[in-house]
T-cell receptor
Framework: DAGVIQSPRHEVTEMGQEVTLRCKPI?????LFWYRQTMMRGLELLIY????????DSGMPEDRFSAKMPNASFSTLKIQPSEPRDSAVYFC?????????????FGNGTRLTVT | GENVEQHPSTLSVQEGDSAVIKCTYS??????FPWYKQELGKGPQLIID?????GEKKDQRIAVTLNKTAKHFSLHITETQPEDSAVYFC???????????FGKGITLSVRP
């Protein structure tokens, strides 16, 4: 089991550019989550999917953020256009259980820096 | 919504001593309380969890206790080792919809 795989590990971009973060969940996990981590706000849930369908996107900060899950083994989080305040570590997590949020398996994150 | 708080934000202990990390929550409907450990450069990792129908759960050197009346739960680490140094997050679900709300985390340092 390779765990949740995220790419890239680090992303540095200029304000206004489009950023795409990628995630491969653990095979067989029905739930996929995108979290953002900052010193000020801690871990924030942005959106989660169940069986590839977005269930709750109330944590997505603005329309500049969008997430997709075209199949059970791949998800993307896109920021367009990016802003310096989007700088954070973005985590993808998946869960094998019947309820969201239980036994989360996190990836190692993508550290995004927007200059 | 659920509000989860951890205090203090840092804790330093001597190797071999015990460490206790406390967490409070606000939603009386919450019934699932996990603890996550985050090492530098990695994602959080689930280390232990407890449900509201039990008061204590133990796994080797770590244990979690829950007081539903007071709405707080604690992580206990015995015989601490340098590799226990990390950031520890508590979390609570939001009752029926079961989304997790995380605390801000506490940095544990184990001095050799």
């Amino acid at each position: 089991d390779a765990g949740v795989i995220q790419s890239p590990r680090h992303e540095v971009t200029e304000m206004g550019q489009e950023v795409t973060l990628r995630c491969k969940p653990i095979s067989g996990h029905d739930y996929l989550f995108w979290y953002r981590q900052t010193m000020m706000r801690g871990l924030e849930l942005l959106i989660y999917f169940n069986n590839n369908v977005p269930i709750d996107d109330s944590g997505m900060p603005e329309d500049r953020f969008s997430a997709k899950m075209p199949n059970a083994s791949f998800s993307t989080l896109k920021i367009q256009p990016s802003e310096p305040r989007d700088s954070a570590v973005y985590f993808c997590a998946s869960s094998p259980l019947g309820l969201p949020g239980l036994a989360l398996h996190f990836g190692n994150g993508t550290r995004l820096t927007v200059t | 919504g659920e509000n989860v708080e951890q205090h203090p934000s840092t804790l330093s202990v001597q190797e071999g001593d015990s460490a206790v990390i406390k967490c409070t929550y606000s939603d009386s409907a919450s019934n699932y309380f996990p603890w996550y450990k985050q090492e530098l450069g990695k994602g959080p990792q689930l280390i232990i969890d407890i449900r509201s129908n039990v008061g204590e759960k133990k796994d080797q050197r770590i244990a979690v206790t829950l007081n539903k009346t007071a709405k707080h739960f604690s992580l206990h680490i015995t015989e601490t080792q340098p590799e226990d140094s990390a950031v520890y997050f508590c979390a609570a679900d939001a009752g029926a919809n079961s989304k997790l709300t995380f605390g801000k985390g506490i940095t544990l340092s184990v001095r050799p």
